[in-house]
RNA sequence: GCGCCCGUAGUUCAGCUGGAUAGAAUUUCGGAUUCCGAUUCCGAAGGUCAGAGGUUCGAAUCCUCUCGGGCGCGCCA
């Protein structure tokens, strides 16, 4: 509809400038918008005032030259100036009644699009490192990513949705570690539990399973492991050097094959456990992709070394460094430690570089914001080796505040509030944690109020939403109760019939549905989404209120009946994005 | 100290990439209503868009500074 009035005003500014009466080297892009009162019709274009100043003519005569020159139209009804110079469209009331058989022939498709036209993007997110199990700081990773990636497929990308796995790198060795010396506890093994190893009661289950799979073939006594030892943090010593020397006893100890063993029980019990949360919370991957991959298949080397030949590199102090202040990051990064060992950050580069070499047209990742300062050097990375880092899209996500009983919620791990994902699913259910999640704009912080996502009334959105979907079911449901039946193509040829201001209103949001799929798509902001369906629920909801359907007059009901169908069509759409049921009853 | 994000009604938030009188929900107050399915509807009140400059036909939106809040500034991952 915006399209079709632009191109409208496009020939008439080509008119224009064809008699002379404009200056032809005038190309303005032409913006139509819909207007926020409907006093002021339904479209609305300030090109009069953009093109007032280089055109030398004051916007309203403008106004009423393009308008002389506008193509007569079978959607427009007429056409005004208004307020500093802006020109005004009056659809015809026909136009509007033209979106219902659209919706009701397109069906769930209503909504999608080839905006995308199949280009391949990556939606990398949560990448959460496999040491526990995911908590409620992810959940909104997890949702926010499901729906933008869900989003930017419904108007035609080809999209991949990856987690990345840390299963390299010293916090998995502490994990195997932990595991194992939980295993000698149960073994029977008295000993000192590290200040910086993980305590989670989920270690404890999996330190189980190795003690019944391998009963006590792992085991080594306390003395033997501690033989030289370092202090520990609460006597006085360094945690970090105490927890690396007890990783490095049992390598010693266990050798590689049992060493190898442990981490891989733990790492895959976790992920498994990962898997299956964000399975439940209909978070689905195309891939989940190994960070050690990167460095058993000597990528991150060669990463290493193309930085290296683009001379973006240099060694101090024994380690090897890259300058990633030449393209604008605050200090430069190290590559390779003085120990030999290559950094988290070499392996993320070989990870971004792989992106692009696996041909993605656009990549997205979705971070926690406390990684923001992270987002410079991987793009000055991304451009010493010669890449469009532009095509590199970090979206950053705000931490979620629960709150209880208008209380902040305790997060700790040590009080007895819950901390995970899973627990919050199973206390609000999925459908309001998916919504509650989304409703915000990402880069503002998430409060979020776990009383209004457990309460069934108006006053929980994800609720309203589908109330107003289940309403329309009822409906449905009562009029075969009443004997009645819905005659769809009775009702399509006298949708004229539906001239109530509250239809009206209807029809206008309902074809504004498509849009807002593709601005939620494009700016990745699923909030927007998440507002409309509850300002559709709000008029639906208020239409009911104000009319029956079920009315004697056939063709009056099967009119209003097709409007409601497209209501629950849309609703049903919409939710289905945003991942949140739509229940027939509730 | 430097960098990034945020600041809009009592509260929680929108504001369609610069448009017309800044909108919802909730709260409060005043009415109506007992129904296809409850958890209903209508109206009113509520704002120095944190503050000050600037850019222009036009600014909550863009730029600069100040104030306030969050986060980040490892040879950790």
Redesign the pocket.
């Known amino acids: 509809m915006k399209n079709q009035i632009a191109e409208l005003l496009a020939q008439a500014l080509a008119k224009c400038q064809g008699s002379g009466a404009l200056p032809a080297d005038l190309s303005p892009a032409i913006?139509v918008?819909?207007?926020?009162?409907s006093?002021?019709?339904d479209l609305?274009?300030?090109l009069a005032?953009?093109l007032?100043?280089p055109a030398g003519k004051k916007?309203r005569e403008l106004a009423e030259l393009l308008i002389s020159q506008l193509p007569t139209s079978t959607i427009v009804d007429k056409v005004e100036i208004?307020?500093?110079?802006?020109?005004?469209f009056f659809l015809k009331a026909d136009t509007q009644f033209a979106i219902i058989p659209t919706i009701l022939k397109a069906g769930e498709d209503f909504g999608r699009s080839n905006l995308g036209q199949g280009k391949r993007v990556q939606v990398e997110f949560v990448s959460a490192?496999p040491?526990g199990p995911l908590h409620v700081g992810h959940g909104r990773g997890a949702a926010y990513g499901a729906v933008v990636a869900d989003l930017l497929a419904a108007v035609g990308y080809n999209v991949h949705r990856e987690y990345y796995v840390?299963d390299?790198?010293?916090?998995?060795n502490i994990l195997a570690a932990s595991v194992w010396l939980r295993y000698l506890e149960l073994c029977g093994e008295e000993l000192p539990f590290p200040s910086n190893a993980y305590k989670g009661d989920y270690i404890w289950d999996i330190a189980a399973t190795l003690h019944r799979e391998n009963a006590e073939a792992m085991r080594h006594n306390w003395d033997e492991i501690s033989h030289p030892l370092p202090a520990d943090e609460p006597d006085g010593g360094d945690k970090?050097e105490y927890i690396d020397a007890i990783i490095a006893r049992m390598q010693h100890l266990l050798r590689d094959d049992q060493y190898r063993l442990v981490f891989d029980l733990a790492l895959n019990s976790i992920l498994d456990d990962i898997r299956d949360d964000l399975a439940h919370f209909g978070v689905l991957y195309e891939e989940w992709y190994s960070?050690r991959s990167l460095t058993d298949n000597g990528a991150v080397m060669r990463a290493i070394e193309r930085l290296q030949h683009s001379g973006h590199t240099y060694e101090?102090?024994?380690?090897i460094?890259f300058k990633s202040t030449d393209y604008g990051d605050?200090?430069?990064?190290?590559l390779v430690?003085?120990?030999g060992?290559?950094?988290?950050?070499a392996?993320d580069i070989a990870y971004h570089m792989d992106k692009f070499e696996r041909g993605f047209e656009h990549v997205i990742d979705i971070w926690?914001?406390?990684?923001?300062?992270?987002?410079?050097r991987v793009k000055a990375a991304l451009q010493a080796l010669g890449y469009d880092a532009s095509k590199l899209d970090v979206l950053?996500v705000?931490?979620a505040i629960l709150y209880r009983g208008g209380e902040k919620a305790q997060m700790s791990t040590r009080s007895g509030e819950f901390v995970t994902l899973r627990e919050l699913r199973k206390e609000v259910s999925n459908d309001a944690a998916r919504y509650f999640y989304v409703?915000?704009?990402s880069?503002?912080?998430?409060?979020f109020?776990l009383d209004l996502a457990k309460s069934?009334?108006?006053?929980n959105?994800m609720?309203?939403i589908q109330?107003a979907h289940?309403?329309v079911?009822?409906?449905m449901?009562?009029?075969a109760e009443k004997l009645f039946s819905f005659d769809r193509d009775e009702g399509l040829a006298n949708l004229n019939r539906l001239s109530e201001a509250h239809e009206s209103a209807i029809l206008t949001r309902l074809a504004?549905y498509p849009?807002i799929v593709e601005?939620a798509a494009?700016?990745h902001?699923p909030?927007?989404l998440a507002?409309y369906l509850?300002?559709l629920a709000?008029d639906f909801?208020?239409?009911?209120?104000?009319?029956?359907?079920?009315v004697e007059d056939s063709v009056l009901r099967n009119a209003r009946l097709c409007l409601v169908q497209c209501v629950r069509q849309v609703t049903a759409n919409g939710l289905q994005l945003l991942g949140v049921s739509a229940p027939?009853?509730?």
């Open positions: 913006q918008d819909h207007t926020r009162d006093s002021h019709g609305a274009s300030n005032m953009v007032a100043k916007p208004a307020g500093p110079g802006f020109i005004n490192n040491t840390n390299a790198g010293r916090q998995m970090e960070e101090l102090d024994g380690a460094w605050e200090k430069d990064r190290v430690r003085d120990n060992v290559t950094t988290y950050f392996s926690g914001a406390d990684h923001h300062g992270y987002v410079p950053l705000q931490f409703m915000r704009k880069e503002q912080h998430l409060d109020d069934q009334s108006n006053d959105p609720y309203y109330y289940a309403r079911c009822s409906v449901r009562q009029l504004r849009e601005a494009q700016l902001e909030h927007q507002h509850r300002d709000n909801h208020t239409y009911y209120n104000a009319h029956q359907f079920i027939e009853s509730m």
